[in-house]
């Protein structure tokens, strides 16, 4: 049974009200001018969610429906009748299948050779996992297009120049080549999801099995995977959405090779003159796929148990590797080598060339490639100061919104605190670029227009990074005890002041972590950024793609250098102050 502290009142003769020490706390009523503020607060909160997720949703539906005659499906009939718009889907289908596949295994292996093994150079390989994570798709297959490319790059040039072949090895421009930037793009969500989980696992039970006879590979897979096996499947369900809802990839490897997967067709029908009926049809079938999805991981593990008991005596053992410790550590360094070494140093190298092709030597460094962005260029400067106050932006009301919202929610300090848990993670089934059409159909047009300003970018980064954000607020909320609030309500304290003397400077590093996960995701954004900007607001991520238009690689570089220094301070800073534990900060 739960204890129960029950509040004497107060002095001004007003009943503080029961508190309970078990985490359900009954709101509390107060006195004075206290009580329109906390209320104002709430209800403002409950209404920014309701208008930031249902509004442009309900705008994207009615705009598939919509008709020169009126309401009807022939929006749907349309998208469903042409090839090109089938094959589309099912090229989509098949490059997310394949690369959760081989993302889920990647991802988790590393993690659980970081997290759980004697894996040599774990720190740097950690860091450079995480540096893959920050930078941005687009950057990516850019890259992989200076050192992929069938006649001018790097990697088939010097194979060229080894062998002796008359051709190079590997063409980047392919459906293997896509799949290659978009698993080297994604994989670090299997990561980031199998890494906290094995980082949480108490290895006892592993030992047990040990000592009773079982190998470390049997225990591996009859202990440790099964207890991994939410994780695991969260980590293939995120990296398949993250695979289908890629633009940038698709738009600079799919495109030249006249593979066409859902995204680049949704942009093709933003060209004049704009079908928004169109894109807004072809758009929900993405979404149904991420809630059916959703909805089949729930399925899958909802009635059933993957926690270990773990008290004071919990710990945790590395396992040990024995000959393959360096077996594995080529394993790890042969990834970060291809998803994080090769493309970012090719980036840097031809950001300092004069001519991108003509070889590194002496003569052919210069730094004009970064005073043409930064001087020349004419949205260089602008896109620049664009991502960074709509990252910024974007990070800061997310955090504060979902921090009320995780706190009503968790706290249960109002009836309809399950509804904003709703709301804040139903964006999750949202991929950007549908949430852009259904922007551009809310707001283009109406009482409020904000197409061809700066907010509705900072909208699109909010409401997509939403989710990131409440889980962020959600978790650090679980590891705070409920008591001290208590303690505080019953001096008389309201919930409102409860939030922001007492549990938000304790739960600080989460709240840091979360900021510094959804700038870094702003920064980068580019799917629904390329269907919301106009000239006067370019962000740094649609100048790239301008000037990778113009085949201008150097300044290609030179910005995609400067975009990954931004970030790269970001998380830099971030890493020393939460101790270098950015990926799990609670615990």
């Not at 009523?29 to 997720?53: D, E, K, M, N």
């Not at 009939?77 to 098949?94: G, H, N, V």
């Not at 001519?355 to 620049?384: C, E, K, M, W």
């Not at 001096?491 to 700038?519: E, Q």
């Amino acid at each position: 049974m739960s204890r129960r502290a029950t509040a004497g009142r107060r002095g001004d003769g007003e009943p503080s009200g029961a508190v309970t020490l078990d985490g359900v706390l009954p709101e509390v009523r107060h006195s004075g001018r206290g009580v329109p503020l906390q209320g104002i607060v709430w209800g403002l909160t409950a209404l920014i969610l309701v208008l930031l997720v249902t509004l442009p949703m309900y705008q994207l539906v009615v705009a598939s429906l919509r008709t020169p005659t009126g309401l009807s499906l022939a929006n749907y009939t349309k998208i469903l009748s042409l090839p090109r718009f089938q094959l589309a889907m099912l090229r989509s289908l098949e490059l997310g299948l394949a690369c959760a596949a081989i993302g889920t295994l990647i991802g988790g292996s590393l993690a659980w050779l970081i997290s759980q093994t004697n894996l040599p150079f774990r720190g740097f390989t950690r860091v450079c996992i995480l540096g893959s994570f920050v930078v941005p798709g687009f950057v990516n297959a850019l890259s992989w297009a200076l050192l992929g490319g069938p006649n001018a790059g790097l990697l088939n040039k010097v194979w060229i120049m080894i062998t002796g072949a008359d051709t190079g090895f590997f063409n980047i421009y392919s459906m293997e080549g896509l799949a290659v930037v978009s698993v080297a793009t994604t994989y670090p969500f299997a990561f980031i999801f199998l890494y906290s989980a094995f980082q949480s696992m108490d290895t006892e039970m592993e030992e047990a099995a040990r000592v009773l006879g079982a190998t470390g590979t049997r225990a591996l897979f009859t202990i440790t995977l099964p207890l991994a096996l939410p994780a695991m499947l969260a980590g293939f369900i995120m990296v398949f959405l993250q695979t289908i809802i890629l633009y940038g990839a698709p738009a600079v490897i799919g495109i030249p090779a006249g593979i066409y997967v859902i995204t680049t067709q949704i942009w093709t029908l933003f060209e004049y003159p704009p079908q928004i009926g169109l894109a807004a049809a072809l758009s929900l079938p993405l979404l149904l796929i991420t809630g059916g999805l959703l909805w089949l991981q729930r399925r899958l593990i909802g009635r059933r148990s993957f926690a270990t008991m773990r008290g004071k005596g919990g710990r945790r053992q590395r396992t040990d590797l024995g000959r393959w410790k360096w077996v594995a550590a080529a394993w790890a360094l042969l990834i970060v080598l291809v998803t994080f070494i090769l493309p970012n140093g090719v980036l840097v190298v031809t950001s300092l060339m004069k001519q991108a092709y003509h070889g590194l030597s002496i003569d052919n460094l210069t730094l004009d490639q970064y005073r043409f962005v930064l001087v020349d260029y004419i949205s260089g400067i602008p896109s620049i100061r664009n991502s960074l106050v709509t990252s910024v932006v974007a990070a800061t009301l997310a955090m504060a919104i979902a921090l009320i919202a995780a706190f009503l929610s968790e706290r249960r300090i109002v009836r309809f605190g399950s509804l904003l848990a709703f709301l804040a993670m139903s964006p999750l089934v949202i991929p950007a670029m549908v949430f852009a059409v259904g922007l551009v159909a809310a707001y283009s047009t109406g009482p409020v227009v904000l197409y061809g300003t700066l907010w509705i970018i900072v909208l699109a980064y909010l409401t997509a990074n939403l989710p990131i954000a409440f889980m962020n607020c959600n978790t650090a909320l679980a590891n705070v005890h409920v008591e001290l609030e208590s303690a505080a309500r019953i001096l008389g304290a309201s919930s409102l002041h409860v939030l922001r003397d007492i549990t938000g400077p304790l739960i600080k590093n989460g709240l840091l972590a979360g900021w510094i996960i959804v700038f870094s995701n702003s920064m980068k954004e580019l799917s629904a950024s390329i269907l919301l900007y106009t000239t006067s607001t370019t962000v740094i991520s649609t100048a790239i793609m301008d000037v990778y238009g113009a085949q201008n690689w150097g300044a290609v570089a030179a910005l995609s250098v400067i975009l990954l220094v931004i970030s790269a301070l970001v998380v830099i800073v971030g890493y020393r102050l939460l101790g270098g534990n950015i990926l799990n900060p609670n615990s």
